[in-house]
């Protein structure tokens, strides 16, 4: 027998030849195979009652999948925001909408250095951040001096650098040696 020459004879052989046995031991095995592990999951209906009224038909709709809540919208985030802001620091509506736009800034400032291709992603943290400590000073600018001393602190700036650029590896090892 060639290959692509095969007759519906040959392939009816090896039937033929091990008879019908072999095919119903398979399919037993491997119906047994599929309950084992679990992939064959078929819920029987209820059988019905002789009773007409306490027939009940079985619920074949799948289970129902929890539900994810919708994300808020940003406007929502905004006035949340806002609200909370205004609650705190005693706002008037002056500097409810001065603040209101400082916060849509952020946003659109962040949104902006998180979108940029050419930063990399350990320099978006930083500008993150950058962008934080401005927002900050410009909802201090907007604020009474009571209301200053409620919002939170500007941070101290960083203590500046030694003049002589890196410290050397000599020079931290002298500083780590026990004094005797």
Avoid: H
């Avoid at 909408?97 to 962040?110: E, M, P, T």
């Amino acid at each position: 027998m060639r290959f692509g020459t095969a007759s519906t004879s040959d392939i009816a052989a090896p039937a033929a030849v091990l008879g019908t046995s072999w095919l119903r031991a398979s399919c037993l095995l491997l119906a047994v195979a599929f309950a084992l592990c679990g992939v064959v999951r078929a819920e029987l209906p209820a059988m019905p009652s002789a009773d007409p009224s306490e027939a009940a038909s079985p619920d074949l709709s799948p289970p129902a999948r929890r539900a994810i809540p919708p994300r808020p919208a940003a406007g929502d985030w905004l006035d949340k925001r806002v609200a909370l802001f205004k609650k705190a620091l005693s706002l008037d509506s002056a500097q409810e909408v001065k603040l209101r736009q400082i916060l849509a800034d952020q946003r659109d400032a962040v949104r902006r250095v998180w979108a940029d291709k050419k930063l990399l992603p350990a320099e978006r943290a930083p500008a993150t951040r950058a962008v934080e400590q401005r927002t900050g000073d410009r909802i201090r600018d907007i604020l009474t001096e009571p209301q200053k001393l409620k919002y939170n602190p500007p941070k101290p700036p960083a203590p500046p650098t030694p003049a002589s650029g890196a410290p050397s590896v000599e020079a931290w090892m002298q500083r780590a040696r026990p004094k005797s």
